[in-house]
């Protein structure tokens, strides 16, 4: 199962929106709304942004929102803050017999 | 409080094995499944498989099928990962993480160096 595609890195300015893309197949994105999002700081474990598409775990921003169209999902950030620097990975979920696969990760660089 | 605590980092040689443990505490173990995934230096997350606490079943990636082994002990509420015929490229942090659709609760992260 090959990893979904992500941009290596986007950049915005502070109060700018940025949107990270997050292609992957009819196999997974495609086929289910089970795509989550983790934002990683350096050395720091992932913390979960976005899961089922769209919906935000308690005490995350709704500067954060998620989408799906087609294989491709997506995750914006509005008002960009400088601790959104960071990696952002999506995950999808695959089906049975592939379970789960990971986006390449996003670098975020606020300027 | 709710929590995925660890073992420390592991440095083993090329054909050895590594077992990384991950206690939970603050809830019912038994009511949610655990997630391994790991990241290599300077890479992205690689999921590794799932284990069911309650029963014990698993699914493991087709990448890890016959060298990863996952486990439970109910008793202490931990979960272990073993990773056998290590090489170079295991080189990562190994991280357990709580969630069935989405991982919603993190451990710290274990490092596993193989180097000879």
């Known amino acids: 199962q090959s990893a979904l595609t992500q941009p290596a890195s986007v950049s915005g300015s502070p109060g700018q929106s940025i949107t990270i893309s997050c292609t992957g197949t009819s196999s997974d994105v495609g086929s289910y709304n089970l795509v989550s999002w983790y934002q990683q700081h350096p050395g720091k474990a992932p913390k979960l942004m976005i899961y089922e598409v769209s919906k935000r775990p308690s005490g995350v921003s709704n500067r954060f929102s998620g989408s799906k169209s087609g294989n491709t999902a997506s995750l914006t950030i509005s008002g960009l803050q400088a601790e959104d620097e960071a990696d952002y990975y999506c995950c999808s979920y695959a089906g049975s017999s592939t379970s789960w696969v990971f986006g390449g990760g996003t670098k975020l660089t606020v300027l | ?116």
């Open chain 2, 1 to 116: 409080q709710v929590q995925l605590v660890q073992s420390g980092a592991e440095v083993k040689k090329p054909g050895a094995s590594v077992k990384v443990s991950c206690k939970a505490s603050g809830y019912t173990f038994t009511s949610y499944y655990m997630h391994w995934v790991r990241q290599a230096p300077g890479q992205g997350l690689e999921w590794m498989g799932i284990i069911n606490p309650s029963g014990g079943s698993t699914s493991y990636a087709q990448k890890f099928q016959g060298r990863v082994t996952m486990t439970r002990d109910t008793s202490t509420s931990t979960v272990y990962m073993e990773l056998s015929s290590l090489r170079s490229e295991d080189t990562a942090v190994y991280y357990c993480a709580r969630g069935w659709w989405e991982l919603i609760l993190w451990g710290q992260g274990t490092l596993v160096t193989v180097s000879s």
